[in-house]
């Protein structure tokens, strides 16, 4: 599966940003039937989940995110998004978006997210 990630960027501590995932060569039904998530990984660290989203629209996200980003997919663009808010310096990562699908696991490409005054 490929998967394009776009949207990552210099932002300020408090801002937002809106990160999407596109899906171009997945046929719409197979889209509808894969589960989609972020991750990101800051230097040093380990990679991480930061959202989830079922292929039946259950969405799970990691505790530090909690209440400041939204998962959403849009079916029909083939594409998954993650909005970004009230972002904090520990924020910046490079974000990967993840798809499942038939139990096989694909990655895009990331994207830098930097969060600093």
């Known amino acids: 599966v490929q998967l394009q990630a776009s949207g990552g960027g210099l932002v300020q501590p408090g801002g937002s940003l809106r990160l999407s995932c596109k899906a171009p060569?997945?046929?719409?039904?197979?889209?509808?039937?894969?589960?989609f998530g972020w991750y990101r990984q800051a230097p040093g660290k380990e990679r991480d989940m930061v959202a989830d989203i079922s292929s039946d629209g259950r969405i799970v996200y990691g505790d530090s995110v909690k209440g400041r980003f939204t998962i959403s997919k849009d079916n029909a663009k083939k594409t998954v998004f993650l909005q970004m808010n009230s972002l904090k310096t520990e924020d910046t990562a490079v974000y990967y978006c993840?798809?499942?699908?038939?139990?096989?696991?694909?990655w895009g490409e990331g994207t830098l997210v930097t969060v600093s005054s």
């Open positions: 060569r997945m046929i719409t039904s197979t889209f509808w039937a894969t589960d």
């Open positions: 993840h798809a499942r699908q038939s139990g096989i696991d694909s």
